[in-house]
T-cell receptor, first 117, second 112 residues
């Protein structure tokens, strides 16, 4: 396994269009996280899944954003009616559940960069 | 919610010298403090972490110190090498790795 992979790596779209990002986590990692990172800032938490269940969503995730992990493996993040403020790097991370039941080490993908014109 | 501040935003050191990056956090409930290294074209990588019941942790040339009373923690890199050049992020969370709050990053440049 080569790690967390994200697709596409770069997406340029016009304002108002919908975009979808895909994340393939490391095999057998139960937990999957989405973060957003804008230029000069650190990653900001968006949402996370344990298997197929979405356990928490940040207030940053407006109703234009939806994330799914239908079979507990890959995940998609869709942004509807994109706005220029959505331009950012969208990062996916996965982790196993640790032996104590908590979240193990996070492994990040390289990210999907969104540019909204 | 948690707020993490990180300083400096950029840091240049001569190869072989030490580098120190500092972070402060606001939520006294935070218990877990990891440091990530972000390189161009690569996923961010955990380099070291510390939990609140420990004051210091070391892994070869990298060490992290935590002052829970003052709510600050620091990354120390000794004997810096060119491959240490990257952007470093500190983070904090109440539960390990759940909903990490990141600092704004420090771009470290090692001058050969």
């Amino acid at each position: 396994d080569t790690g967390v992979s994200q697709d596409p790596r770069h997406k340029i779209t016009k304002r108002g269009q919908n975009v979808t990002f895909r994340c393939d986590p490391i095999s057998e990692h139960n937990r999957l996280y989405w973060y957003r990172q804008t230029l000069g800032q650190g990653p900001e938490f968006l949402t996370y899944f344990q298997n197929e269940a979405q356990l928490e969503k940040s207030r940053l995730l407006s109703d234009r954003f939806s994330a799914e992990r239908p079979k507990g493996s890959f995940s998609t993040l869709e942004i509807q009616r994109t706005e220029q403020g959505d331009s950012a790097m969208y990062l996916c991370a996965s982790s196993p559940i640790s032996s104590t039941g908590g979240t193990g080490e996070l492994f990040f993908g390289e990210g999907s960069r969104l540019t909204v014109l | 919610g948690e707020n993490v501040e990180q300083h400096p935003s950029t840091l240049s050191v001569q190869e072989g010298d030490s580098a120190v990056i500092k972070c402060t956090y606001s939520d006294s409930a935070s218990n877990y403090f990891p440091w990530y290294k972000q390189e161009l074209g690569k996923g961010s990588q955990l380099i070291i972490d510390i939990r609140s019941n420990v004051g210091e942790k070391k892994d070869q040339r990298i060490a992290v110190t935590l002052n829970k009373t003052a709510k600050h923690f620091s990354l120390h890199i000794t004997e810096t090498q060119p491959e240490d050049s990257a952007v470093y992020f500190c983070a904090a969370s109440i539960v390990r790795n759940e909903k990490l709050t990141f600092g704004t990053g420090t771009r470290l440049t090692i001058i050969p």
